[in-house]
């Protein structure tokens, strides 16, 4: 499984050589992201010679998409813009790449193999796909957000797992005020433009790769907008969440002023601990996005900075004590000092079952272990919660942890 990475500057990453399997040629690579367990990857490579490989077959779903510099395919070249998607076991021509040419290239369920002069393997499906994006036209996003203004370039669509690769452009002053979470990965490198995001800033360079379920949010397009190059694992919904909070606690055995008692942490991203620090123009461009979902008549709720107003972790520890007491049988004379908004009784609401919102193979299948392997989701299926990330592996230089993430 893929770590999570949030908002990575590829300067921050070391170079290695280039594991590209029967070439010839030197070329280096950052490794944006890793999965560990089938060798799928997300790369930038740099060529510093002229790079090439003859016909044959790749081990793994493969791309390429040219960022500056050339490559050519089965004799048409192919320049900035330029995207080869190579399905695994499917025969490829020969490629190369001119000197100086940078690209992205991503491997997915299988690792760097490639045979040389291979033939089609029995399991392979699809063909090779070669496009020229900077010719396509952008499309208005089907379904944009709170508001216009996001199009769209689509490279690459299975349509048996639904994974796809897009091109994604966002024009300044597009914005998206709320948190969300999918029910496949998705992952995204800048290739053009300035977006703010709660994990830092989206400019040219920076990655991040998301696992299913993970909330994230929310995003403000400076000045020229903003264009990335998104990969998910499968159809893409989304599902929003406000005044999110995260406490947790636990029995200290041998350590704090009062020994064991029950001591309860705010974690860094509490909305409790501080207000959210936005531009003036974030804000406005945050309210703009919900008051455009207000005049749609659609269902939503308005951005509150967090940091403001009751802290729910608190009034949700109070209503589980309670329920701790009555479980224990005691009256309801009890001693704790709190102010919240419940009915004393045994007829709290506790919200739903976990189990219930969870796909109801996710802990049985083959990737039980991993709760932000992506899963096949559609309408009427429970609708998963999100994830409780751990902190993400974020950049040294360019990212930021901010509240509003998590």
């Not at 960022?67 to 995207?83: D, I, N, Q, V």
């Not at 830092?200 to 991040?208: A, E, I």
């Not at 893409?236 to 055995?253: D, I, K, S």
């Not at 039980?368 to 999100?386: E, F, S, T, V």
Request: charge should be negative; proline fraction near 5%.
């Amino acid at each position: 499984m893929r770590p999570h990475v949030e908002l990575i500057q590829e300067d921050d990453y070391v170079w290695h050589g280039a594991e590209l399997v029967g070439g010839e040629g030197r070329a280096s690579e950052r490794r944006l992201s890793v999965d560990e367990e089938d060798g799928s990857s997300s790369l930038r490579i740099d060529f510093h010679t002229g790079w090439g490989r003859g016909p044959g077959v790749h081990h793994a779903d493969t791309e390429y998409y040219v960022l500056e510099g050339s490559m050519t395919y089965g004799g048409r070249r192919l320049g900035k813009g330029g995207y080869v998607h190579a399905p695994k076991g499917v025969p490829i021509e020969a490629v190369t790449f001119a000197e100086g040419t940078r690209i992205l290239h991503y491997r997915e369920y299988g690792d760097a193999g490639f045979d040389l002069g291979a033939t089609r393997w029995d399991s392979a499906r699809d063909e090779v796909i070669v496009i020229d994006s900077e010719a396509m036209r952008w499309d208005a996003v089907p379904n944009p957000g709170p508001m216009p203004g996001l199009f769209i370039k689509y490279l690459h669509v299975d349509p048996v797992t639904g994974f796809y690769t897009r091109l994604v452009h966002a024009q300044e002053g597009w914005a998206d005020h709320r948190l969300a979470h999918h029910p496949c990965y998705e992952e995204a490198y800048t290739v053009q433009g300035h977006m703010e995001y709660n994990f830092g800033t989206l400019d040219l360079g920076t990655y991040f790769f998301r696992p299913a379920r993970v909330k994230h949010g929310h995003f403000t397009t400076m000045e020229g907008g903003a264009t990335w190059l998104l990969r998910s694992d499968g159809e893409l919904h989304n599902w929003y969440t406000q005044n999110e909070w995260v406490r947790w606690g636990g029995e200290a055995v041998n350590y704090g002023p009062r020994g064991g008692r029950m001591r309860w942490s705010q974690s860094s991203h509490d909305l409790a601990a501080r207000p959210t620090r936005r531009s003036e123009r974030d804000l406005a461009d945050l309210a703009a996005a919900w008051r455009f979902q207000h005049e749609q008549g659609r269902p939503d709720a308005e951005y509150v900075q967090h940091g403001m107003g009751t802290d729910k972790s608190l009034i949700a520890i109070a209503k589980a004590m309670d329920a701790a007491r009555l479980q224990g049988g005691h009256d309801h004379e009890h001693g704790h000092d709190h102010d919240h908004d419940h009915e004393h009784g045994h007829g709290h609401d506790w919200g739903a079952d976990p189990s219930t919102l969870e796909h109801p193979d996710e802990r049985t299948d083959a990737n039980a272990h991993n709760w932000g392997q992506g899963r096949a989701w559609k309408p009427g299926d429970p609708i998963p919660a999100p994830v409780v990330s751990s902190i993400p592996v974020r950049s040294r230089s360019r990212g930021r942890w901010d509240g509003d993430g998590m």
